[in-house]
């Protein structure tokens, strides 16, 4: 059978990208994108694109079953700091959206499901160094708490239905493609743009808060490649520990100052930097890397060529 996808959130962060991608590797007559609202941009433009609330189970189903759907993405979320400005609507999209991919699954009109996790299921409790695949997580955010509830659940469907529903916990992403969304890693996307416009910084978390982060052509073709890989392979069926590089604001200024020497950054740690320092500042990937063989592409000193390149361009 052909394979059919849906991407639910098309139009987000990781969604924009994912999009073009998935189009690149399937056809774009395969790949439906899907948002709650339509907007001007390559998404909309360049292929199939259907308006859908995620927290409409009976918009979802007619999708499904109007384009034959095999696989779907389920990239709507509200992020880490939004979500902590509106907790319950946060909770409700979080969870819920995920509920209507499931439960679709389980009654057998979709085949895999592609769902995103977090590196914010951890919590202050957890070891912050090279934090492995199975340990503590007691996040302290509400983001966290819908993703930490959403990968019990997803290995629960798993489980008891057969449901094949994959998961990475995604780090920090960094991309030039789209603004930032709304996260609390978001701060080294912005770097970029204000070191190309403004020559300096002001940063929301302080110096050495380290995080792990990864740029977004990384995360893509992770979520891509768990979802080609055989059911087997895919041992672990709540989510996946992902990484690829981990810096503190000031390692990331360096880096920039390389290419502009005259950049300067300063720090005022907000609220955001409680949700940071709640966080691991790096992560063990070695079981994605083991069971379904990833491996990233970019360091640092690429991603940041990279990105200021395409920025000045834009």
């Not at 769902?115 to 966290?144: C, D, K, L």
């Not at 916990?169 to 416009?197: C, E, H, N």
Request: charged residues 20%.
């Amino acid at each position: 059978m052909n394979t059919k996808i849906l991407i639910i959130g098309a139009c987000g962060q990781i969604g924009t990208e994912l999009t073009a991608k998935l189009r690149e590797t399937y056809g774009t007559e395969n790949v439906i994108a899907s948002d709650i609202r339509k907007l001007e941009n390559d998404v909309v433009q360049n292929g199939i694109f259907e308006v859908v609330n995620a927290l409409d189970y009976n918009q979802i189903e007619n999708l499904v079953e109007k384009y034959q759907i095999t696989d779907v993405y389920l990239m709507a979320a509200l992020l880490s700091a939004t979500a902590e400005k509106n907790p319950a609507f946060a909770w409700d999209l979080n969870m819920n959206s995920l509920f209507h991919v499931l439960n679709l699954a389980k009654a057998g009109k979709i085949q895999k499901i592609f769902w995103p996790s977090s590196i914010a299921v951890f919590g202050p409790t957890t070891p912050r160094n090279n934090t492995p695949q199975y340990t503590v997580m007691e996040p302290s955010t509400v983001y966290g708490i819908s993703k930490q509830s959403g990968e019990r659940w997803c290995e629960y469907y798993n489980k008891q239905y057969g449901v094949d529903v994959r998961s990475i916990r995604y780090p920090g992403l960094i991309s030039w493609t789209t603004p930032p969304g709304g996260g609390t890693t978001d701060y080294a996307v912005d770097i970029y743009y204000k070191a190309l416009s403004d020559k300096k910084f002001t940063c929301f978390l302080s110096e050495n808060t380290g995080l792990p982060m990864m740029y977004m052509d990384d995360a893509i073709k992770a979520t891509i490649s768990i979802m080609q890989a055989p059911a087997e392979q895919i041992k672990v069926r709540s989510s996946y520990n992902l990484s690829a590089i981990s810096f503190t604001p000031k390692e990331i200024a360096e880096s920039i100052k390389k290419h502009i020497p005259e950049f300067t950054i300063d720090y005022a740690p907000d609220f955001r930097q409680a949700i940071a320092d709640s966080w691991p500042a790096s992560i063990d990937d070695s079981v994605a890397r083991q069971d379904w063989g990833w491996k990233n592409d970019f360091d640092m000193e690429r991603m940041t060529s990279v990105m200021l390149e395409n920025l000045a361009k834009k």
